[in-house]
């Protein structure tokens, strides 16, 4: 399922990705969930423990039988062998810190950058976070003006985003879950670059993917 997709499950639901801020949707012809809406609501009823995800029977008080399922579903995948391979082998080692040298500043999770496009050469710099319902990955200013063909000067490509991705430190080639990644990131360049320039100062944006591949952006404010 890709980003802004419609995937129809049962009762007359559909779950949707979430639509960029500046996009009018149409009314759907079903009921339309958005995924972002059904995690918030889910999330207090699943846990993870020892790496494996579980479900609360007592989501069944609060969500129909079609947002049960897609929550179902979500749960196997994030205890599916690809998605544990996935997590370890990043826990192993593919994100990697970005270099710094007092002539090369670079932007992190933790910190922030000036207004504009960032320092030539800049080091893109990237950290992954996984939950339940899939992972986030957090851009750094530099790794978003990159992207930015605004910024950059060059359109991006797929095997561009991907470049930038294992230049910040993240193993695209080895993992499908990080290849899928790249291709979306690309048709969200400016949902990316909105997302980045929202925080002042610039401090970057999160890219967020489902277990079923549905792709948002959401700021760090």
Not at 178 to 184: D, R, S, W
Request: glycine content about 6%.
């Amino acid at each position: 399922m890709t980003n802004g997709s419609h995937r129809s499950i049962s009762d007359n639901v559909i779950i949707s990705g979430p639509p960029h801020p500046s996009v009018l949707r149409n009314p759907p012809q079903f009921r339309e969930v958005p995924i972002t809406d059904l995690i918030e609501r889910a999330d207090r009823y699943v846990s993870i423990e020892k790496g494996a995800a579980k479900l609360n029977s007592a989501i069944q008080e609060v969500m129909t039988a079609a947002e049960i399922a897609m929550v179902e579903h979500l749960v196997q995948l994030h205890n599916s062998e690809s998605a544990r391979h996935f997590r370890a082998s990043v826990k192993a080692g593919p994100v990697r810190p970005a270099p710094k040298t007092p002539d090369t500043p670079t932007d992190t999770g933790s910190s922030s950058e000036a207004l504009g496009s960032p320092p030539a050469p800049c080091v893109p710099s990237v950290s992954i976070t996984f939950f339940w319902w899939g992972f986030r990955i957090h851009m750094d200013h530099c790794f978003c003006s990159l992207i930015n063909p605004a910024a950059a000067g060059v359109a991006a490509t797929v095997g561009a985003v991907a470049a930038i991705m294992q230049a910040a430190g993240l193993a695209v080639a080895a993992n499908p879950y990080l290849g899928l990644a790249a291709a979306l990131i690309l048709t969200m360049v400016a949902w990316i670059s909105w997302a980045d320039s929202y925080c002042v100062p610039n401090s970057g944006a999160n890219y967020n993917q489902s277990w079923t591949v549905q792709g948002w952006i959401t700021t760090v404010c």
